[in-house]
């Protein structure tokens, strides 16, 4: 599976953004999917994660609780995670991951990983 993440950019404060991973392949329903962050001098983190069905079970981050929302449209082989009330301390570059089970993922333990895409917000 190769993950392509998009949807970055620069956004004020209390501001919206809604990233997108694009799978190739026909076992994007196999796998269950999370988005992970990493900010400039930190270790990459956990944001959540989604079970493999459309509507499945998900899993967030106590930091992002609320605020962001995953999703997934398998028909399209694409996770999303809408992002709401952005703070600065959300700037990070963002990964789109594949993984066995949504434990695994949870704990980083992933097969496939995207590319990041970088979300500054601005204070």
């Known amino acids: 599976v190769q993950l392509q993440a998009s949807g970055g950019g620069l956004v004020q404060a209390g501001g919206s953004l809604r990233l997108s991973c694009a799978a190739s392949?026909?076992?994007?329903?196999?796998?269950?999917m999370g988005w992970f962050r990493q900010a400039p001098g930190k270790e990459r983190e956990f944001v959540a994660a989604i079970s493999r069905w459309s509507g499945g079970t998900t899993y967030y981050a106590d930091s992002v609780k609320g605020r962001f929302t995953i999703s997934r449209d398998n028909a399209k082989n694409t996770v999303y995670l809408q992002m709401n009330s952005l703070k600065p301390e959300d700037t990070a570059v963002y990964y789109c991951?594949?993984?066995?089970?949504?434990?695994?993922?949870?704990?980083?333990?992933?097969?496939?990983w995207g590319q990041g895409t970088l979300v500054t917000v601005s204070s």
């Open positions: 991951a594949a993984g066995a089970s949504t434990l695994t993922v949870v704990r980083g333990t992933v097969d496939y």
């Open positions: 392949g026909r076992t994007f329903s196999s796998y269950n």
